[in-house]
């Protein structure tokens, strides 16, 4: 059992570094606050579920901050694929 405790620990430990490497890439503005407020070091020093915890809500932040980047590009690559051909104007 303690084997397992530790691999999880290790595996957190790993993936907290991980997240401090990508850091600000694609989170949102609003979810700033996990990378510039915490250090990787002090949540090393929390229980092995708030660690976890971290993990995940900056993992979900990571991935609502990538559909947004990617919905930006696919509307900037609309708005310049319609831009010589513009759609007619619609008459009431």
């Known amino acids: ?5 530790h691999a999880a620990e290790l ?12 850091g600000l890439q694609d989170l949102p ?3 700033w606050h996990y990378i510039e407020g915490n250090l990787v070091d002090s ?3 929390t ?6 915890c971290w993990l ?4 979900l932040a990571h991935h ?7 919905a930006g590009i696919q509307g900037m690559q609309a708005t310049f694929h319609n831009f010589p ?8």
């Open 43 to 45: 949540l090393l020093h």
């Open 64 to 70: 609502i901050g990538q559909q947004q980047h990617q």
């Open 56 to 59: 995940a809500y900056v993992a």
């Open 1 to 5: 059992m303690e084997g397992t405790v």
């Open 47 to 52: 229980s092995l579920m708030d660690c976890q």
């Open 29 to 31: 503005l609003s979810e």
């Open 11 to 22: 595996q957190v430990a790993e993936d907290l570094n991980a997240q401090f490497t990508l």
């Open 85 to 92: 051909n513009p759609p007619p104007p619609v008459c009431p």
